[in-house]
């Protein structure tokens, strides 16, 4: 990887958030006891091992912060009041070495995740920023809007609709930005800004952009922002103790309970380690494996399962104390095997002790399995230098050790024995295919010279050349068509399927003479087959005309297109749920007495359903939308209490 260096702005004023910047430094305010907002963007930064790092400050804060930082940074002072931060930007960028530098603002925060999608981005850009389509109300408000075309970034600025979101205060330059930065100063003056930059350089196509949709970050400018910075800070710090390579069930039923025993400990425990807490899993597995022993097998399964759960906290907890080391990850690694080993020998006899199957077969499965759980981390570690290791362990045949041990704990619950032992049988092995597969996949993509490709122009895509030729008046047309043509042919099928009904209601239909029907219920499966059939296009073609008046929509509302997809998306859902359900509840009517669980089932599962997106339109419309509603709030109150008057 190339060299890249980082730039830490800092010489704001921090007006708003005065008093409490009138003897320091906003970026020195804490976000968590012994954590200020500036140690937490620095750890950030090393975490993801930049080169150097320089923060440019007012002079006279210079002092404070190499009191509070040390000597780990280079800090660059800018004279001048009142000057654009592309002032500052370029008092630093003279301290830079790399190819590539990162500008951060020193009032965000930002998850690691999202630092690393910056610099893992294959951007050719001169600038890459990283945009955010889906901001709450209040950021979309006052950050820096995006406008997109043709996938590079158009124009930013303020005062802009966000029609395709905004900015998170995180920058990749390259060092063909330098001259850039000269010509925008000669031309905008001393107060000319980064967005001044980003616009500049997007005339000549030369921004580009990540998309960090769902990263957590956050602009500090109030104390308000700060008291919400201080819960955010927790959650970020939670995901940042998330790794890449996780499996599912350490991802989804793991991770969430182990951070949170982390960061209890991390607050409430400092005397113990993390290498006590690998000492502490290892011990829980030991006790499964006797318990499995002593044929107490849902008890067996949970400790394996608490084992799973404690094997992620001592990783975290060495993350969160900067306390991780070669021996830390030995030792883990030394007592897991043991663990597994031991948990699989115990479960191997216990088939053997119960009869579950033979015992030659328990005791090839036992050999196999204890085979693979070896084979797995041996072919893990020998990967590391060689292959993406979260390609390897991601997906299918999920040989990783938090699925081992779920597996453990179903086979003691469910009294199902042979079924972590076949799969710590199988899957080892269809996990060393995938990594032969990968290998030579590599191997012969760095060979291939010359792509093969169908000739040029396709044919099957004339279509879709020939539509680009057509003004946006041909879209709309066609999906209005397709609307209209679907819902009167719904209304003409409902029509005729009422008019038999209703000559025809009471008589009966054999089947084959197997079972028989009332006309009724077979026209009620009808209704919900044309419901179905022509709702379906309805709602396709109003998708269509929805996803066509977004540009409108975003402008008038001033929300991103992103959230307003989802929302659109979400309308539409409903409709389909109601329209459904109203064919399926006269359908199920007719089920017998004895199946009346069925119809309460269905019930259920439409009433969940529609709840579940209604609060999902809810979360949109308070995320998105709250600061527009508040504001026709006010300005209805207002007009009544000026005609009160």
Known sequence: MDRVDAIVLAAGQGSRLRPYTESTAKALLEIAPGVTIMDFILSQLRSVEVDDIII????????KFKESLGDGVKIVTVDGDGLGNLHTLRAAVGEVDGDKFLVCMSDHI??????????????DGVITLCLDRDPPWEKAEEGLKVV?????????????????GIDTGLFLFSRKALSMIDEVIRDKGAESSIADLVNYAAKAGKVAYVDTTGKLWMDIDTPEDLVKARKLYWRIVRRDMVKPTDGPVSKYLNRPISTRISLFLY??????????????????????????????????G???????????????????????????????????????????TAIGLSTIKLSVMPVDVALMLTALAA????????????????????????????????????????GGLLNALWLPLIFCAVAPVLFAFKALTLYE?????????????????????????????????????????????????????????????????????SFFGVFSASVSQVLSLLNLLAIIYFGYGMLQSLKTLLELASNRFVVMLGIT???????AMDIVYLLGILMIWSAVSPLISYTPEELSILRTLVGVVFLVAFALIFYDVAKIFRRNLKGLWDRMIDQISEAITKRLQ
């Open 561 to 567: 297109g992103t959230a307003y997809r989802k929302a």
């Open 56 to 63: 440019a400050t007012r002079p006279e804060l210079a002092e």
């Open 441 to 509: 996949k590599d191997f012969h993509r760095s060979m291939r010279r010359i792509e093969a490709r169908p000739p040029y122009p396709q044919i099957k895509r004339l279509k879709k050349f020939m539509e680009a030729k057509h003004p946006l008046k041909r879209k709309v047309k066609t999906s209005l068509t397709e609307l209209l043509s679907n819902g009167i042919k719904l209304a003409i099928a409902l029509a005729l399927i009422r008019f038999i009904a209703y000559a025809l209601g009471e008589a009966e239909v």
């Open 110 to 123: 930002f998850e690691r995740s999202l630092l690393r999608k910056l610099l893992e981005a294959d951007s």
């Open 267 to 300: 607050r409430r425990l400092d005397w113990l380690t993390a290498n006590h807490v690998s000492v502490l899993s290892f011990l829980t597995a030991l006790l499964s494996a006797f318990l499995f022993l002593i044929a107490s097998l849902p008890l067996a």
């Open 371 to 410: 085979f693979g759980i070896v084979l797995v981390s041996y072919i893990t570690k020998l990967s590391a230098t060689r292959l993406d290791v979260h390609r390897l362990r991601s997906g299918f045949p999920w040989a990783t050790r938090d699925v081992r041990l779920f597996l453990i704990m179903l």
């Open 148 to 164: 997109l075309s043709g996938g590079r970034v158009k124009r930013v600025g303020k005062k802009l609709p966000p029609i395709s």
């Open 302 to 344: 949970v400790f394996a399962q608490v084992a799973s759960i404690l094997d992620g906290v001592d990783g975290e907890l060495a993350r969160l104390r900067r306390e991780e080391s070669a021996w830390g990850g030995f030792l883990d690694t030394v007592l897991d095997r043991f663990a597994d080993i031991a948990l699989i």
